[in-house]
């Protein structure tokens, strides 16, 4: 009997035992919060809202407070669509933090009356393209994925399975229906649209209970394979964090990259800075955004280099997107953007638009930034980073006279080319001072033309993609035989007053032409002033056709993309025959001087610029308009070269610029003093340059030497006197004060030097380390290896 009733007991406590491990099990599976952050993390966000987040959660609050004000959308627009779910996240994350906030019944009427849209049953039964097209699907999913996380708690077992029921149903949708993303195409897979679809499909796959068993097996497999392909590409094609669609469309790109990470990052429960650390593109995303950000006068904002399809403005919040990025690398360019970019206003997809403006940087402060803000990161002093980069896939050089808002800007780009908001615009180059425009690109347009870009025409024809409205590249890795290419040749940064930069870059084989050989165009900034050098060449006579956008605007403080008004105004003032002055502000901006040096002779004429203008089409229904106008410069030849000279009027400070005979150069006059001296011929008439190679230049300070350049240069020499020998050709900038000569070398192969010295130096360094040197009879004499951007310094 005994053991009857202890057989029984077993059974009882082994079926007990069975019960609540299944329970547990069950609890496991439904633990919340989960997707942006974990259940043990819930305190600490709590905490937040009395330290660290003031600010955030009063910005926070006053979301909830507007929306409890408004009224319930029963029928969706697609703007709001991108804006409105978002902010009911914030409704949700308010009252998972702080129960006793009044919003709860605010977040239950707007949360089911999007769930319940009529328009996600239309889309599914193929009736119209959902609500806000893919854009909007992606971003509303993530959203209402979030609310299920944070609000799971208060709903019932019923409204869960109804919530899951009705998201499964429109993620599975949504991923047959966007299948195209899914592909193995470089540019559909990596475009800001692509993006929002891993975005979502994660959130849903992460966030959501109770899905199919074959949903979670595709869905799963579909993101695992885009991840491991992103890594690649991530650090290879995208290793300088560039877009080729662009700054504007980065930063939504960027979101939803960031949203899919920390998704992927908190479900598969990987640590912070994970998958972030693994991936170039994350690493440099932030520094391709500070340097695409224009000098912008008073408000610190002059707009973005609009390269691609690019809005002057952002779409996409950057206080709430580069706390993620500074968060997890510890970035502190990243953290500059989240907290000291002054925006003022800032361009984002959101339901309130039209009747509310954003007047300061707290009302940005959005349920990303409370989530992923960390106060601890160091903010970058950009006084201690170089006023220029290079982001090499991209193919695109920025320079930047200093970090003031009163900054000359210059920025030139040739490089990759994989996506649909890519423009057919190698070559492509724009110059800015403090926010407004002088030479400058169209932005968004569609079709897309190359004759909309301050580059070159063939017979009156462009580049890989003129006149398509989704420029078609070509597939990855076959389109690779396209891609334009820039090289650095040196870039000095500032150094005693003198700034000095030279590059090449070679859009040659962007252009379908059977005619053309090549097209190469250097570029010489030096001391503010620029020169550039374009050399054609084609199998048979053609048209060779160089453009120059410009156009003037007056409107606002941010008068580089305020252009509704004037359109029509031609900036360019002639002054003889070869000569401009841009002036895009009648009289309230600084004028920039454009000088033909060319030593041949081109046709030249200013005429109207017309291009198709999406943003006024959207907004007063005129596609088709005048902005501003374009300089053309053409030559029938077999072969030609151009040489242009760019300076500020107020900077050139009544000195004189003159071409150089028999040769493309120029010299720089003051007070009918030899100020400098630049040549690409070495038969060149010069006054005092002399060299061998094929550029250099002299700069001189009350008649004394102060700089000295080449680019593949054996001698260069001042008059008679020879003030460097090199035994291979090699690319050198040399400045000189009292104590100091520094030289900045680029050497395709190992070399000796020689330069002229009136004492033998007291320390040689290369690079920072000690170097062996001879010093004879005036001369120092120096080994150099193979390298590019070396760094020699004498004690003198």
Known sequence: MMRVKYTILIVLILSFSVVVNACKKKNETQVHPRLFFQANELETFKNYKNTTHKQEWASLLSICENLKKQDVFLKPKPKMVFAFPEKLAAVALVQLLDPNQPYQETFKKHFWTILNWKEWDSWIEGKSKGPGGDLGIAQALIALSACYDWQYQNFSDEERKLINDKLIRISHHFYKDYSRYHTKSFAIMNCNHGTNVYAALSAILYGIDGIPSEYKKEWTESLEHKYETLTSQMNSNMSDGFSDEGATYLMFQLKTYVQWMEIRRNALEKGYGKPYEDLQWFQNASAYCLYSILPGGDDNFGGLARYADANPRFWGNPYSVFPALAKNLKDPIAQWLSNDLDLQEVELWRAEKKNQKDQNQKSNFDVWRYIWKDGTVPTVDLNTIPNWRFFEDAGMYVWRSSWENNASYFTIKSGMHYQGHGQPDDGQFMIHRAGVPYIIDMGYSVPKYTNEHNVLLVNGKGQVGDGDVWCDFGEYPANKNIWGKTDIILSTGNQDGVDYFNLISDPTNMYPSKELEFWHREVIGFNGVFLMRDEMKANTDVDFELLLHSYTSRKGKKDAYVYEKDRDVNPFNAIGENEWKIDPRKGKAPLLIVKDLSNQTWNQKV?????????????????????????????????????????????????????????????????????????????????????????????????KIQAWFGRDVRVIGNGKEDLFLAENPISVFTNSSKNEMTIHVNSSKETSIQIKLNDAPNEVELNGEPIEYTYKKNWLSVNLPKGESQILKLNL
């Open 607 to 703: 005429d109207e610029a017309w291009f198709y203008d999406n943003y006024l089409r959207k907004k007063n229904g005129v596609g088709h308009v005048q902005l501003g106008n374009v300089l053309k410069r053409k030559q029938h030849a077999s072969s030609a070269s151009s040489l242009l000279f760019f300076g500020f009027e107020d900077q050139l400070d009544g000195k004189q610029v003159k071409s150089l005979k028999n040769g493309d150069g120029m010299a720089i006059y003051k007070n009918e003093k030899l100020n400098t001296e630049i040549s690409w011929s070495e038969k060149a008439k010069t006054k005092q340059l002399r060299f061998k190679g094929e550029m250099a230049g002299l700069a001189f300070v009350n008649k």
